[in-house]
């Protein structure tokens, strides 16, 4: 790459966040798109506003092309120092775990009350029955 093996800190990187300055960070690499802000085919708009964090996700989502990709190489400055930006994808897999653990357990106590609810109004309505029954002879 052609970097000089620069690491810089988050806040460094968050200074050059204009159309006439722009850095920003992809997979723990700082790159300087501000020439290619013009010729983005995404527009300028959508790299500003991933300026000052790790950009990661955001370039991710779009599901850039590997051409896309390979042009990233062009604007490489250096590395983002990981104690001020941790990179979010490597954390990302512990974090849906718990999420999706969470997720089963208030599944379940809703699974619990689409069980129970039905009954309770079924034991409800025979209760009413039962008991506003005229008594037969
Ligand atoms: C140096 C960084 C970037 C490079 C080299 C780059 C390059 C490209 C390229 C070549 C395309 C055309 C489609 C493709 O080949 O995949 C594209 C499209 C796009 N990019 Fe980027 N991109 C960068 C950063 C970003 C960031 C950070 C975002 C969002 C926050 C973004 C959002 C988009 C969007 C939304 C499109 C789709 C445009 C459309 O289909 O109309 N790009 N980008």
Do not use: N
């Not at 490597?90 to 009350?113: A, G, N, R």
């Amino acid at each position: 790459m052609g970097g000089d093996g620069k690491v810089f800190t988050l806040t460094e990187v968050s200074q050059h966040s204009s159309p006439q300055d722009c850095w920003i960070v992809i997979e723990g690499k700082v790159y300087d798109v501000t020439k290619f802000l013009d010729d983005h085919p995404g527009g300028d708009e959508v790299i500003l506003t991933a300026t000052g964090k790790d950009a990661t996700d955001d370039f991710e989502d779009v599901g850039h092309s590997s051409t896309a990709k390979a042009m990233l190489d062009e604007y490489y400055v250096g590395d983002i120092d990981s104690a001020t930006a941790p990179t979010k994808t490597k954390f990302v897999p512990p974090s849906k775990q718990t999420e999706s653990i969470q997720d089963k357990s208030s599944d379940l106590v809703i699974k619990i009350l689409q069980f129970l609810v039905p009954l309770l109004i079924l034991g409800l309505a025979l209760g009413i029955r039962f008991y506003t029954k005229t008594p037969s002879s």
